[in-house]
């Protein structure tokens, strides 16, 4: 059983920056590919980005590249998430989830594992 758990949400300014962390537990944790989703009121949940366990191979959603960086902790049990540039279209609830393979991390249904969200509101 694996379980996931976001933080570092808040306010912030537009053109600011925020840092998000995950802290992922269970027995597969260090193992799983990571990713980030976000989801806006009357919005579909998006894919963000994603992380491999090793932490060498990453993608981002072209609405955030340039702007926001993913990372992992050496162990793998944390994920973390960089956000700069913020733009009020970036606030959502943020979300951590895994899965266990990397051909499918932009797709939301081969993820088994979610956290329960964390707020990001950009201001303008």
């Known amino acids: 059983q694996v379980q996931l758990v976001e933080s570092g949400g808040g306010l912030v300014q537009a053109g600011g920056s925020l840092r998000l962390s995950c802290a992922a537990s269970?027995?597969?944790?260090?193992?799983?590919?990571m990713g980030w989703f976000r989801q806006a009121p009357g919005k579909e949940r998006e894919f963000v980005t994603a992380?491999?366990?090793?932490?060498?191979?990453?993608d981002y959603a072209d609405s955030v590249k340039g702007r926001f960086s993913m990372s992992r902790a050496n162990a793998g049990n944390s994920v973390y998430l960089q956000m700069n540039s913020l733009k009020p279209e970036d606030t959502a609830v943020y979300y951590c989830?895994?899965?266990?393979?990397?051909?499918?991390?932009?797709?939301?249904?081969?993820?088994?594992?979610w956290g329960q969200g964390t707020q990001v509101t950009v201001s303008s």
């Open positions: 989830a895994g899965t266990t393979g990397w051909t499918t991390r932009r797709l939301i249904d081969q993820y088994a594992y």
């Open positions: 269970g027995r597969t944790s260090s193992k799983l590919v």
């Open positions: 992380i491999s366990w090793s932490g060498e191979m990453l």
